[in-house]
């Protein structure tokens, strides 16, 4: 196992302070490795993600090297070419466990902004003391963007918030963690050849979900009532102005439509499964409120907005990849893990294998279907 920093790199290097898992202490679990503390209901910071991390390691006797980057893998005759900043290595399998999220995903247009205007991205963010006073507008409301929006309003600045699609979800449902539900309903196991359409669900942005002590929801109404300004979602720069796109309302119902379908596959579950006594009364939200006159474009050189924070989203880096599997956008092509080269295998890629992939309780399962595959492969090549 090569890794160019440290055991848990990303989450020793790549994630803001105040960042805690959206996932709660109960889903965190490796094979053979669970929590045990006092708290399964709450959320790790990173700092635990990288002890939990770190002890994994320990005790499954990962062979991890450290502190090697991969600078190249090609296809050679009978297996694949590495190159690495200590050297040369050969192998007959090559599994990628490099990372979805290597990149931030900014739009181009970004070039476009004026430069008094300081941009930055999650990975280099690390709390609000970083940024200028004054107003902030962070791009995209996933789950990076409503946290970030969230603690910046917090500090006490006037925060605007471009919204573009999202997935809108309660923190508790019927007195459980939501995801608790997407657990045991099985909604987070289907599996990717299950899935209608899969590039689409490849492409999900991640839930509007944070970890909290209160456990509370910050979905756009919680943002609202703490005085976010919400904007459409950013479509061009002209004349140093923001262009920012209308429809609000279609896209705000659009997400709370898909809640809310959501919400019955889970009571259906309730229901048949015999949970329904147990649980607390089915539930359902307000919609999604929509601002009386959301403003169309803001001008970046007039001093109200300082700073911009894109959290648009992240891609992977395949830079150093050269082998024909990469598509147009940057996507790695694979099916369920399988590259389209022999004996080339990824893991933690969105929907690899199942719904739950790129979350850490989803490496498990994906993990041994995915090495059952290697190992097919070496036996046939003997
Ligand atoms: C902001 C954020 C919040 C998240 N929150 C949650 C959450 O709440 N719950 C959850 O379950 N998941 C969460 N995730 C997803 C999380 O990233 C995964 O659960 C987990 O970290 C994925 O592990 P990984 O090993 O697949 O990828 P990574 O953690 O990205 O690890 C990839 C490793 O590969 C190394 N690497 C990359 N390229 C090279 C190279 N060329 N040579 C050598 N080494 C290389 C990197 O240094 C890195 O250490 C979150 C992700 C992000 C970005």
């Known amino acids: ?5 440290e055991v848990a790199n990303s989450w ?10 959206l996932t709660p202490n109960w889903q965190s679990r490796l094979p053979g490795l669970r929590y045990e503390g006092p708290d399964p209901d709450g959320y790790m910071t990173a700092g635990e993600v990288t002890e939990f991390i770190e002890r994994f390691a320990k005790v499954s006797r990962a062979p991890v090297r450290t502190g090697v980057n991969v600078t190249s893998v090609r296809h050679t005759g009978d297996g694949y070419q590495v190159s690495t900043s200590r050297g040369e290595i050969h192998a007959r399998t090559v599994v990628i ?23 930055l991205t999650p990975l280099r963010y690390r709390g609000p003391g970083q940024l200028p006073d004054g107003g902030v507008l962070v791009v995209g409301a996933s789950a ?6 969230a603690e910046l309003r917090r500090s006490g ?13 309660p923190r508790t449902y019927r007195g459980r963690d939501v995801l ?39 979905d756009l109404n919680a943002l609202t009532s703490m005085g976010v300004e919400l904007v459409g979602r950013w479509a061009a720069v002209r004349d140093g102005r923001a262009l920012f796109s209308g429809g609000l309302r279609n896209m705000f119902s659009l997400a709370d439509l898909k809640m809310e379908r959501l919400l019955d596959t889970f009571d259906e579950w309730a229901k048949t499964d015999g949970y329904d006594a147990e649980a607390g009364p089915p539930e359902r939200f307000a919609p ?42 940057g996507q790695l092509d694979h099916e369920g893990g399988v590259a389209g080269s022999p004996g080339l295998y990824a893991l933690g890629l969105p929907v690899l294998r199942r719904r739950r992939s790129t979350f850490i309780c989803g490496i498990e399962d994906d993990a041994r279907e995915v090495i059952e595959h290697l190992a097919r492969f070496l036996a046939a090549r003997r």
């Open 1 to 5: 196992m090569l890794e160019r920093g």
């Open 12 to 21: 020793r290097r790549e994630r803001w302070d105040s960042l805690r898992l």
């Open 97 to 119: 466990a490099s990372g979805a999220c290597n990149q931030p995903a900014v739009p181009r247009f970004s070039d476009a902004v004026p430069a008094p205007v300081e941009q």
């Open 144 to 149: 990076t963007g409503v946290q970030l929006a």
């Open 157 to 169: 600045r006037p925060v605007t918030l471009s919204v573009g699609e999202h997935v809108r979800l």
């Open 180 to 218: 608790w539900w997407m657990d045991e309903s099985g909604v987070w196991d289907q599996r990717y050849d299950e899935v209608e359409d899969l590039t689409r669900a490849r492409r999900l942005p991640s839930p509007q979900l944070a970890g909290t002590p209160e456990r509370t929801t910050l």
């Open 288 to 329: 999604t409120r929509v601002p009386e006159s959301a403003r169309l474009q803001l001008d970046l050189q007039s001093g109200e907005i300082r700073a911009i924070v894109w959290a648009t989203g992240f891609r992977p880096d395949y830079g150093w990849l050269h082998v024909p599997v990469v598509d147009a956008k």
